[in-house]
């Protein structure tokens, strides 16, 4: 067969273009598709926590976080009561500048990018786009929680977001802080980015938004059970909704193709976690997709399923563990309380959270 490509990666958040670029830095002949146009807003992944920005800068893209804000604490509350956690490390930076900085990167190495693209996948190494059938040695799916490659637990959250413009925003939650309000039926994060403006994320059960007439109107009562203030216009601004949020990969790989990113499976982050877990298992895949393209085995999807269990499964444990107590308010509320007297009671799971995994021999950082 001819191919016409090395690798094609669909989807160009974080892990597309970063498992992009590092191909193309290997000497790969790649083409990057996304559906969307490009700079775009994203309902939630405005915050980066240390292990991410570590990652980056071992792969030299550390320009990507220029004027990011440096987060240095995390305010949670639960009831009446709220703890003040430090943070080692981590920054928050709005989607439509990381994500166009990494595409601009991808670029640079090589890579062709092509956006408004809607690609689909049939036989092994064959990907539409759009009219058109391209060949590649390797593709490489990232195309998210709404790529239908994984699929959603039983009792999944689902999330939500908002950008709120800087004006509108109060100044009760400030720069270099994660504000999190915690209730029953979900949780609300409050963020401010490089140019001044809030970002909001939010996690609530399904039946809660409904409940509450949506999302704004969920994130209100939450805020309201907290005791902070509501910012002018809050439960009526634009949010944006996703597919439930935790969810299992229907498979890591196939004939001439690995899954990677949110794709391969997510789990209910907590601050700035599902950023890291897209940069490493980017780096982590490079390698071994490059040892694919040069020749394929299939022998290397299991491989790949090992690599990413080594590198994402741990950290997804640990999120998942912590969800399940901001489920439950009586929880939620005790860990606060004692959080508030013994912050040091945190900090193992804040540093294992915030240092990066120990990458698999060959991994391209």
């Known amino acids: 067969m001819t191919w016409d490509w090395d690798a094609v990666v669909i989807g160009a958040g974080p892990a597309g273009s970063v498992t992009a670029r590092e191909l193309a830095r290997l000497g790969s002949r790649v083409l990057l598709v996304d559906k969307a146009t490009f700079p775009r807003t994203k309902v939630c992944g405005c915050c980066l926590n240390g292990a991410a920005a570590r990652t980056l800068a071992r792969l030299g893209l550390q320009d990507t976080l220029r004027d990011a804000i440096p987060l240095r604490r995390v305010q949670v509350a639960a009831g009446k009561h709220a703890a003040e956690l430090r943070l080692p ?11 166009m900085r990494l595409i601009d990167a991808a670029q640079a190495a090589g ?9 689909r ?8 786009l759009e009219g058109e059938t391209h060949t590649a040695r390797v593709v490489i799916v990232a195309t998210g929680l709404a790529g239908g490659e994984a699929t959603p637990e039983a009792g999944s959250r689902i999330g939500a977001g908002v950008v709120l413009s800087a004006t509108a925003a109060l100044a009760f939650f400030t720069p270099g802080t994660i504000h999190m309000a915690t209730g029953s039926g979900g949780y609300v994060g409050f963020v401010r980015v490089e140019d001044g403006r809030l970002d909001v994320a939010a996690a609530f059960d399904a039946a809660f938004m409904k409940a509450n007439g949506g999302p704004g109107r ?20 634009a949010w944006k909704g996703t597919p439930p949020l ?17 794709a391969a499976g997510y789990v209910e982050p907590f601050t700035g976690e599902g950023m890291a877990w897209a940069i490493m298992s980017a780096a982590a895949l490079a390698p071994l997709a490059h040892r694919a393209i040069t020749k394929w085995d299939n022998r290397l999807i299991a491989e790949w399923e090992a690599t990413h269990r080594q590198v994402i499964g741990r950290r997804q444990r640990v999120c998942r563990m912590v969800s399940r107590v901001l489920r439950s308010p009586a929880l939620t509320t005790i860990a606060v309380r004692s959080l508030r007297t013994f912050p040091a009671f945190a900090r193992p799971v804040v540093s294992s959270l915030n240092r990066p995994s120990s990458l698999p021999h060959g991994a391209s950082v």
Do not use: K, M
């Open 121 to 128: 996948t049939h036989h092994a190494g064959e990907v539409h």
């Open 246 to 262: 935790t969810r299992r990969p229907l498979h890591l790989g196939r004939e001439r193709l690995f899954v990677t990113g949110d």
């Open 218 to 237: 969920a994130a209100e009562a939450i805020l309201q059970q907290v005791g902070w203030p509501v910012p002018s216009g809050f439960a009526t601004a």
């Open 89 to 99: 490390d981590g920054c928050a930076l709005s989607r439509e500048a990381f994500d």
């Open 111 to 119: 890579v062709e990018f092509r956006p408004n693209t809607v690609a």
